[in-house]
């Protein structure tokens, strides 16, 4: 597979049409550990096929409510396309739930419950009867999407230039990854002019952001732990998933805790941040092209 190309300079290829690409991946005979010898990379990567499926369709379940609010027609076309992205992401990443993780042997049951039990109970819509609390309600929605958004940009732009094919890994879930992480680079910054659209306020970007960094961090340590436990191949200690993780991560196999929690989050609290700086549309544009599953999608 071509590694994707990182430009030294942003070529700009102009007004990019956020659209839903076909894509067919076959993600049949995968070992668990789709990075050879690197077991918690696998674990952390594959993890994200457990909790991405009900994290994305309560994006376009919140985004087709937002839908008729917004006057903007070009906004309106934006989120028209984020919305048909994030609901093919979320069906793939379903498909290689089953076709990959509980075809391995993991059963994650009890995980799907609770991130069922976030999305659809604590994070649904009001049903206040008073309008503007619904209105509020919804805007904390919608800033919580875009503080989230700006770590699966994040997550793409590693995604792009990460080293996973020096190591041997899958190709297929190499492709899975990329083309989603192309796409999240590609779209960062539809999340961002939605939730500024409905409330232009650098407090309520603090707070979502404040939320979503406790939630990803959170999540990122318990649901390694929880993975790494059902893991039928592999039996590891707390520590050494931990001395694991980090040394995979300066292999370029993981992102940084410090960079994805640190700088990322810092950067993101700039009053004058733009999405823009996240990641580079040319790359993602030219990767999506190239991409083996995309071109599959067409034979
Ligand atoms: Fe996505
Ligand atoms: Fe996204």
Same mark, same amino acid.
């Given at each position: 597979?071509?590694?994707?190309?990182?430009?030294?300079?942003?070529?700009?290829? =102009?007004?990019?049409?956020?659209?839903? #690409?076909? $894509?067919?991946?076959?993600?049949? !005979?995968?070992?668990?550990?789709? %990075?050879? =010898?690197?077991?918690?990379?696998?674990? $952390?990567?594959?993890?994200?096929? %457990?909790?991405?499926?009900?994290?994305?369709?309560?994006?376009?379940?919140?985004?087709?409510?937002?839908?008729?609010?917004? +006057?903007?027609?070009?906004?309106?076309?934006?989120?028209?396309?984020?919305? +048909?992205?994030?609901?093919?992401? /979320?069906?793939?990443?379903?498909?290689?739930?089953?076709?990959?993780?509980?075809?391995? +042997? %993991?059963?994650? #049951?009890?995980?799907?419950?609770? %991130?069922?039990?976030?999305?659809?109970?604590?994070?649904?819509?009001?049903? @206040?009867?008073?309008?503007?609390?619904?209105?509020?309600?919804?805007?904390?929605?919608?800033?919580?999407?875009?503080?989230?958004?700006?770590?699966?940009?994040?997550?793409?732009?590693?995604?792009?230039?990460? /080293?996973?094919? !020096?190591?041997? /890994?899958?190709?297929?879930?190499?492709?899975?990854?990329?083309?989603?992480?192309?796409?999240?680079?590609?779209?960062?910054?539809? /999340?961002?002019?939605?939730?500024?659209?409905?409330?232009? @306020?650098?407090?309520?970007?603090?707070?979502?952001?404040?939320?979503?960094?406790?939630?990803?961090? =959170?999540?990122?340590?318990? =649901?390694?732990?929880?993975?790494?436990?059902?893991?039928?191949?592999?039996?590891?200690?707390?520590?050494?998933?931990?001395?694991?993780?980090?040394? !995979?991560?300066?292999?370029?196999?993981?992102?940084?805790?410090?960079?994805?929690?640190?700088?990322?989050? $810092?950067?993101?609290? #700039?009053?004058?941040?733009?999405?823009?700086?996240?990641?580079?549309?040319?790359?993602?544009?030219?990767?999506?092209?190239?991409?083996?599953?995309?071109?599959?999608?067409?034979?």
């Amino acid at each position: 597979m071509l590694r994707p190309q990182r430009f030294a300079h942003e070529v700009d290829p =102009g007004p990019v049409q956020i659209q839903p #690409r076909k $894509v067919h991946f076959d993600f049949a !005979d995968i070992p668990l550990h789709w %990075i050879p =010898g690197h077991p918690v990379a696998s674990d $952390v990567v594959g993890l994200l096929n %457990i909790a991405l499926p009900a994290f994305e369709r309560w994006i376009v379940a919140t985004y087709n409510e937002a839908l008729p609010l917004v +006057g903007d027609p070009k906004l309106a076309e934006d989120m028209r396309g984020f919305i +048909g992205q994030e609901s093919i992401h /979320a069906d793939m990443h379903e498909q290689a739930l089953h076709n990959f993780m509980e075809a391995n +042997g %993991i059963e994650p #049951r009890k995980m799907l419950r609770q %991130i069922d039990y976030l999305f659809s109970k604590v994070l649904a819509p009001s049903h @206040s009867t008073n309008p503007k609390r619904r209105r509020n309600n919804l805007c904390d929605r919608l800033w919580l999407i875009a503080a989230l958004e700006h770590y699966t940009a994040v997550l793409g732009d590693f995604a792009l230039n990460n /080293a996973w094919e !020096d190591h041997g /890994a899958h190709p297929a879930f190499v492709d899975l990854f990329r083309w989603h992480g192309a796409e999240e680079v590609e779209h960062r910054n539809v /999340a961002h002019d939605v939730a500024t659209y409905f409330s232009d @306020s650098y407090l309520d970007r603090l707070g979502a952001m404040a939320l979503a960094v406790t939630f990803l961090f =959170g999540s990122f340590q318990t =649901g390694t732990r929880y993975l790494l436990k059902k893991d039928p191949q592999v039996d590891l200690g707390w520590w050494q998933v931990q001395r694991l993780r980090w040394h !995979d991560a300066k292999l370029g196999l993981l992102p940084k805790y410090r960079t994805l929690f640190g700088k990322n989050t $810092v950067a993101y609290l #700039r009053p004058g941040f733009s999405p823009d700086e996240m990641g580079s549309t040319a790359q993602a544009v030219a990767y999506l092209a190239s991409s083996p599953a995309a071109r599959a999608a067409h034979l």
